[in-house]
């Protein structure tokens, strides 16, 4: 083997280990010594905004992908925009799309009361995404914690990071495996569309502009696009038209993405794709006869990506509103109280 391979290797070696090394300081129980009852209010809290708004399940579960998926879990998505920064709330991806950021706030400040300085912003987003899947029927995992939160939030990392419903089935695949996931992970984790909403803007162009020789997408069920237009009438401005994602009862127990999709009733582009690759239909087929099968790859995926790029030890920071950095005041007092 030649110097620079060996280099290559010696280089490839290092970064799993650190990658490693990282993920290894993450703990189940993280906090049952620092402030016991984090885990109990972030619940408690999540629970109380889904009675509110049911919708707010699907919310806090995008709202960890979207965090996680732009600069890793790192409660960026979080940071409010100033004038002199465009954060990732700005970005169509996220506005006016993203909820569930009351309930965080609320649990930060009920967590800041009692153990101040202690709970990281990252780590309620993990735990809030993790309640909302078994309020909503999913399977429930334990969520190692220790993140800490970042202090950059930058709009233009949302463009090349999270992948827009308008790709295909190779684009999808290649998306998730930069995030470390394999294909059959990807199609796992697309079925959290089992539950939530989408607004007429993410996939109106199906109905109406789908491309130079149709107006609409022949691989969408016509009953269902006759449906979807009484929802979203061409050239509606209003921002917001929304409708749920599968047409059945929204709920992780029945997996009924997979079956919308099977009966070409995708809402998204890059939901119907999954059917143009045997590899990934075969998937689609497997997860939508066998709920359970997919509820416990799901809750396997989502732990391994509530893992991605985590800040731990001194890096990153606690922050004490998670809408806003900390102060360089609020960091040195933290810092002298080590």
Request: positive net charge; hydrophobic residues 40%; proline residues 4%.
């Amino acid at each position: 083997m030649s110097a620079r391979k060996l280099t290559c290797a010696f280089i490839t070696l290092t970064v799993v280990l650190l990658c490693q090394s990282v993920r290894s300081q993450l703990q189940v129980g993280f906090y049952r010594n620092l402030c016991n009852l984090a885990e109990t209010i972030v619940k408690e809290e999540v629970r109380k905004g889904i009675s509110r708004d049911e919708g707010v399940a699907a919310g806090l579960v995008r709202l960890h992908f979207h965090d996680c998926f732009v600069r890793g879990c790192d409660a960026s998505v979080l940071i409010d925009s100033t004038p002199g920064n465009s954060a990732e709330q700005d970005s169509p991806a996220n506005d006016p799309s993203l909820r569930g950021f009351a309930v965080i706030d609320r649990a930060k400040a009920r967590l800041e009361a009692i153990c101040k300085g202690v709970v990281s912003c990252a780590d309620i987003v993990a735990f809030a995404a993790r309640d909302s899947i078994m309020i909503a029927g999913g399977f429930g995992y334990e969520v190692p914690a220790g993140r800490r939160d970042g202090r950059i939030s930058l709009v233009n990392e949302t463009f090349t990071n999270l992948p827009p419903p308008t790709l295909n089935v190779d684009q999808l695949t290649q998306a998730f495996a930069k995030k470390g996931f394999t294909q059959e992970e990807m199609v796992t984790l697309t079925g959290a569309h089992t539950i939530g909403r989408s607004h007429c803007t993410s996939f109106s162009e199906r109905l109406y502009n789908f491309n130079g020789t149709t107006s609409q997408d022949p691989s969408l069920d016509s009953t269902y696009v006759t449906q979807l237009k009484q929802r979203c009438p061409q050239g509606s401005k209003n921002p917001n038209l929304v409708v749920l994602m599968t047409t059945d009862c929204p709920s992780f127990r029945d997996a009924g993405y997979y079956k919308n999709v099977l009966a070409n009733r995708g809402l998204f582009a890059s939901d119907q794709t999954l059917m143009t690759n045997a590899a990934t239909a075969i998937q689609v087929n497997q997860n939508a006869r066998n709920p359970n099968l997919w509820r416990s790859k799901f809750a396997a995926a989502m732990l391994m990506m509530s893992q991605l790029d985590v800040l731990t030890g001194d890096a990153g920071e606690i922050r004490s509103n998670c809408r806003v950095i900390n102060s360089w005041r609020e960091r040195r007092g933290k810092l002298s109280n080590l």
